[in-house]
């Protein structure tokens, strides 16, 4: 169940960022070099800053050259 929910959201969400596009009127180059590769990176920003939290801060940095 976990994998069919998982595909649904997947190909809602590539829906989405390819109406994106259209909607303002950005190349997809553009929406591909700056907002989906945030996107990519948030979940190390926030593992990376747990880490730091925790007291981990060179597994943090190293966590950071790694991503």
């Known amino acids: ?3 069919t929910w998982i595909g649904i ?3 809602n969400l590539m829906k ?3 109406l994106m596009p259209l ?7 553009i929406l591909g070099m ?3 590769a945030w996107g990519n ?3 190390d920003y926030f593992a ?3 880490l ?3 007291g981990y801060g060179v597994m943090a940095v190293t966590g950071c050259f790694a991503g």
């Not at 303002?24 to 180059?29: F, N, Q």
């Open 52 to 54: 730091a939290r925790l």
């Open 9 to 11: 959201i997947s190909d």
């Open 16 to 18: 989405f960022l390819n």
């Open 23 to 29: 909607v303002t009127g950005l190349s997809k180059v």
């Open 41 to 43: 990176s948030i979940g």
């Open 48 to 50: 990376n800053s747990s």
């Open 1 to 3: 169940m976990s994998i």
């Open 34 to 36: 700056t907002i989906l």
